[in-house]
């Protein structure tokens, strides 16, 4: 299955280009046509699983190329403008500017103004009129009546473009190390990071006001110092939307922001009244030499840090020292990982999931805690332990050792140094950089789409020992098996047995159980180790998955003896295996439902299953039980259909 994607990624990324290449031939006077060939194999894995995931079935290879070809235009033009395309016509409007902004309008030098021809970038806010659209030539009739009019809003930067020099260097002449003298700062900012999230903080009031401050989103900046250390500008609420137009890398003229130093003595701006935020794309800072310098090519690194990595890093860093994966092309592999990246998309096997670890950080008197969760993932290059914070890691909870994920948005920290002298780098991922988790063996339109389906016979799936492939067979047996010991009790041949009373306790009893909805993993208590949460009634009835392998908080199993779980038995006709799992899309009935069944009437639900033909996904490596990740019916053709028709006729 992870192999499949991979193919299927490296498949489109290659007719992306070739298709892109073409529109950049028939436009030769367009350079961002040639710039838009160079699709990152990280977008193209990204977006391939969130349309494989929306359309879990129906597509095909065309489809799924359609629908990425017009996502990539308008991403990448967004990555190169800024903001998304806008497939209207150029439209007139008038606006009422704020009044914080009429100093700026006025504003002149050498009798040019500065306004003049001066572009905005604004969150439009409802138009002020109702114009009649189909009268706009028509100056016979008032301007308010065919114009739209846009009333004053503060969601509003300034442009600036590579012919301001003069203008941010007269403007913007205080640097971050002297704010603390200043009553009023004017500063030349870098942007590093834009939050990707809004954090939500409830309110005590039912009627909150512009000033509650529910709602933020912080933007990481630094001034051109090399030893700067980075400040926050902080918007609330409405001033959230302004975060959209900021891109790392760009520079920001802030004239005259509030200002307060948080609990760490960090340095946090707000957008005030008084402030105007003037935003440069970082091409034009850098023609009009208005960038930072990227020392991090320049001078050699201090004796603290002068470990020399073996690994050469696969892009340039920029001049705060990181490594931008963003638009890197190519796929990266544990084995290009170091330290400093930002924006690094993995595709690899879980190995290993480890309980929630909460990291315990001291905040004056009081002690604030976050959810840390470790994941351990594999690809043909190695082996790399990562950490999901907060909601980031909790997506990870339903994730089972042996599937294959796409993790997006991860960082590596700065080199640290350890208890045995030695350079460590961490890898982390958190909802702040946009990490999102990608289950890629539970794409169900990876089986149920005909174009994107890999079948493998069960006996080659052995002889190479596939620890994820994809099957097609028929469901031959079912068989019941105990914790207390390793050989089934119960079976399709055998629906009698002597050694269990089911008196005692029910068919359903045994094989199903409550879960904790978080990660669908059997209760064992009140707490849920895994999650490191309390389970209270967050329950879901489950059919009980096979001790050992699925159930990672099941320490009592030996002492529940009576518990057990059920195993089907596939056969494709090359050989026969043995999986768990799936039950109720087998049974097609709920977990609750079977569990309201009478003994017999279980059974019975058990026996309709054989004959069934199904095509699934597999986890395993032949030398035990798979696991059924997922699976659909298997439906002919209309042309599988006539043939089988045909065949009978003859005989």
């Not at 892109?20 to 193209?44: C, D, H, Q, Y």
């Not at 050469?312 to 020292?321: C, F, N, S």
């Not at 399709?492 to 045994?510: A, G, K, V, Y």
Request: aromatic share 8%; hydrophobic share 35%.
């Amino acid at each position: 299955m992870g192999k499949s994607f991979e193919n299927l990624v490296r498949d489109i990324q290659s007719k992306l280009h070739v298709l892109f290449i073409k529109k950049s031939e028939s436009n030769p006077g367009r350079l961002a046509m040639v710039e838009a060939t160079k699709i990152p194999w990280s977008w193209v894995a990204v977006n391939t699983a969130k349309v494989l995931s929306e359309y879990p079935t129906g597509l095909t290879d065309t489809v799924l190329l359609s629908i990425l070809e017009l996502m990539w235009e308008k991403t990448f033009i967004k990555r190169f403008k800024g903001f998304d395309k806008d497939e209207a016509n150029n439209r007139e409007l008038d606006i009422y500017m704020h009044p914080k902004f009429n100093d700026w309008i006025a504003y002149s030098n050498e009798n040019i103004k500065f306004f003049t021809n001066r572009k905005i970038r604004m969150i439009c806010p409802p138009k002020a009129n109702a114009p009649i659209l189909n009268k706009y030539k028509d100056t016979s009739i008032a301007r308010r009546y065919r114009v739209a009019l846009i009333p004053p809003t503060e969601l509003l930067l300034i442009m600036l473009d590579k012919n301001d020099k003069a203008f941010v260097q007269r403007e913007f002449p205080h640097k971050i190390r002297n704010i603390s003298k200043l009553t009023t700062c004017r500063l030349w900012l870098k942007i590093i990071h834009v939050e990707v999230i809004v954090h939500t903080t409830p309110t005590s009031s039912l009627y909150p006001t512009d000033e509650s401050k529910s709602q933020r989103t912080d933007i990481f900046l630094v001034d051109m110092s090399s030893d700067c250390v980075p400040v926050i500008l902080s918007l609330y609420d409405k001033q959230t939307k302004l975060a959209s137009i900021f891109r790392r890398n760009d520079y920001i003229g802030l004239y005259k922001p509030a200002m307060n130093r948080g609990s760490s003595q960090e340095i946090v701006f707000e957008y005030a009244n008084d402030t105007a935020i003037f935003l440069m794309p970082e091409k034009e800072a850098q023609e009009a030499s208005l960038a930072k310098i990227n020392l991090t090519t320049m001078v050699s690194q201090d004796d603290a840090f002068s470990y020399t990595d073996p690994k050469k890093d696969i892009a340039e860093r920029d001049e705060e020292g990181f490594l931008d994966c963003l638009n890197y092309t190519q796929r990266i592999y544990v084995q290009d990982l170091v330290h400093r990246m930002l924006n690094v998309t993995l595709l690899g096997k879980v190995v290993g999931l480890a309980n929630n670890n909460p990291y315990i950080k001291q905040d004056g008197e009081t002690n604030l805690k976050m959810d840390r969760y470790a994941i351990r993932l594999s690809d043909s290059t190695g082996t790399m332990d990562i950490t999901l914070w907060e909601d980031a890691g909790r997506d990870s909870r339903k994730l089972r050792v042996g599937q294959y994920v796409l993790l997006d948005h991860l960082v590596t920290s700065d080199r640290h140094e350890s208890t045995n002298k030695q350079m460590i780098w961490y890898v982390n991922g958190s909802v702040v950089c946009g990490t999102r988790i990608y289950n890629v063996s539970t794409l169900s339109c990876l089986i149920s789409s005909t174009s994107f389906r890999s079948i493998i016979p069960l006996w080659h799936a052995k002889e190479n020992k596939s620890d994820h492939f994809q099957a097609e067979g028929m469901i031959v047996g079912w068989e019941l098996f105990l914790n207390s010991g390793q050989q089934s009790v119960l079976s399709n041949t055998c629906p009698q047995s002597n050694e269990i009373d089911f008196l005692d306790n029910l068919l359903s009893d045994r094989i199903t159980t409550l879960a904790h909805a978080s990660c669908l993993l059997p209760r064992n208590g009140n707490d849920c180790e895994f999650c490191g949460c309390q389970i209270e009634n967050d329950v879901v009835h489950i059919f009980r998955p096979k001790p050992g392998v699925a159930d990672v908080n099941m320490s009592n199993t030996k002492n529940r003896g009576w518990e057990g779980w059920l195993e089907w038995s596939l056969d494709d006709g090359t050989s026969i295996c043995k999986m768990y799992g799936g039950e109720e899309t087998l049974l097609n009935v709920t977990t609750t439902h079977f569990r309201d069944m009478s003994h017999k009437s279980q059974i019975q639900l058990l026996n309709s299953v054989i004959g069934t033909q199904i095509l699934c996904s597999l986890t395993g490596n032949g030398t035990s039980t798979y696991r059924l990740e997922q699976m659909t019916l298997f439906e002919p053709t209309e042309q599988e259909c006539r043939f089988t028709l045909e065949a009978v006729s003859k005989k």
